[in-house]
């Protein structure tokens, strides 16, 4: 499970780009999506940064891997306790 999610489109992949500005993840279709060929700047999806670019994302460790998914579920469970006690 070396695969990281894009939080533009939810997808997973194996290689993504991560924003020089913010540090953020996205896969490469979205990246195209957001900086389309013509315009030479455009600002970054997540942080609004005028000067936009990405590098490849290095994989991530099984500890990095370890540590998303821990905090994914602590997410889910707060989600869950959150819901119950406003029902």
Do not use: H, M
């Amino acid at each position: 499970e070396t695969e990281q999610e894009c939080p533009i489109c939810f997808l997973y992949y194996t290689e993504v780009n991560i924003t020089k500005c913010c540090n953020a993840y996205l896969c490469t279709e979205c990246f195209l999506q957001v900086r389309p060929q013509k315009e030479k700047q455009s600002s970054c999806p997540f942080c609004n940064c005028d000067k936009f670019s990405v590098t490849v994302a290095e994989k991530p460790s099984e500890e990095d891997i370890g540590a998303r998914d821990k905090e994914e579920q602590t997410v889910i469970e707060a989600r869950i306790r959150a819901t119950l006690e406003n029902s």
